[in-house]
């Protein structure tokens, strides 16, 4: 029999809360910003600050964020990611399922659903995350772990490895964004914005304990470092996508959004980026989140719409965000092939 008969598929994506009301977001914010893997602390001090500095106070300003986004069908994200498990089903013959590592539907409930179908003794898990991070393909795998030993389930598992420099999601990602891209005279610089880590998170993966942020242009030298290493990776896709579309070195920057705390993160941060690049005089922006494979809070409200007001605040005349892969036929069948391929 072939294999791949008795394997499941478990997609993962991040996770949106039930409604955009400040109850519903606090519960999300309590689930996920309690994960030891995305706020690295002990659990008193992870308990401390998240319930006396963060619960009182961000869920009113975040919930008035995911309103100015959340559509009739309900949160983006997880309309968004479902549209993609409808397309891959219409393709794929395999058992598929879709889960959010925070929110609804759960890994747990997912995980007891795929495995419950006749003659299933693998689940090929595919965390929606291009690029390696703790707090995101990392915990995604232990949460799934955990339920497996929770309910004694004998089903192997199995991951597929983080895809930035992938063909596929190359070649996905160059498509998607084409139609913008290809039009050169419509805008001035592209900015790539991809979701911000701290740094301790960068150093803490580093297996070598003496290369990532310590060595001069250490996302350029070779090092095992880089299978685990998010800024590397992304560095990679970046440059993996400019060689496919001959973007020129000053066409184009890097930068990193989304922080939260006091720590210290990836450089240099997307908010600052856009005043700057505003001061030098761009007027056209296009902006790419390829950290994201579905359009979200961060990319409809943080650059879209955020974005688009500091921007044009300093001077900017237009910002234009190519929307994340999200259900683009090119990357329903790259992704089909990427799951082909773990086989």
């Known amino acids: 029999m072939d294999k791949r008969n008795n394997r499941a598929v478990l997609l993962v994506n991040l996770g949106s809360p039930s409604g955009a009301d400040v109850s519903s977001v606090r519960r999300y914010l309590n689930q996920f910003l309690m994960d030891p893997y995305v706020i690295q602390l002990p659990w008193i001090l992870r308990r401390l600050i998240v319930g006396l500095f963060v619960l009182p106070f961000r869920p009113k300003a975040s919930a008035r964020a ?5 559509t009739s069908e309900g949160s983006p994200l997880i309309v968004l990611s479902m549209k993609l498990l409808a397309a891959l089903k219409a393709t794929n013959s395999v ?56 309910h004694a389930l004998s089903i192997k598992l199995k991951t597929l490895k983080p895809f930035y420099d992938r063909p596929e999601y190359i070649e996905a990602l160059v498509s998607s964004a084409e139609p913008w891209i290809s039009e050169p005279e419509s805008y001035d610089h592209v900015l790539f914005s991809y979701h911000g880590l701290p740094e301790q998170h960068i150093t803490g993966t580093d297996p070598t304990g003496s290369h990532c942020l310590k060595q001069e242009n250490c996302c350029s030298v070779s090092s095992s470092a880089h299978e685990t290493c998010y800024r590397h990776q992304v560095f990679k896709t970046t440059e993996c996508f400019v060689k496919e579309t001959g973007l020129k070195q000053e066409q184009y920057t890097i930068a990193f959004q989304s922080r939260l705390g006091r720590a210290r993160w990836l450089e240099p941060s997307t908010n600052d980026t856009l005043i700057e690049l505003a001061n030098a005089g761009v007027k056209n922006l296009l902006v790419l989140c390829p950290a994201f494979v579905s359009d979200c809070l961060e990319t409809l409200e943080e650059i879209e719409l955020e974005g688009t007001e500091t921007f044009k605040s300093h001077g900017g005349e237009s910002l234009t965000l190519i929307p994340c892969l999200n259900d683009n036929p090119v990357w329903v069948e790259k992704l089909t092939d990427l799951i082909a391929s773990s086989a």
Not at 66 to 70: A, K, T
Not at 122 to 137: D, G, K, M, N, Q
């Open 95 to 150: 058992p598929l399922g879709m889960a959010m590592r925070y929110g609804t539907p759960s890994i747990e409930s997912q995980v007891l659903e795929l495995s419950s179908l006749p003659n299933i003794d693998e689940i090929l898990l595919v965390p929606l995350y291009p690029h390696y991070a703790e707090s995101t393909i990392a915990t995604t795998i232990a949460e799934t772990e955990r339920v497996l030993k929770k």
């Open 66 to 70: 995911y309103q100015s986004i959340w």
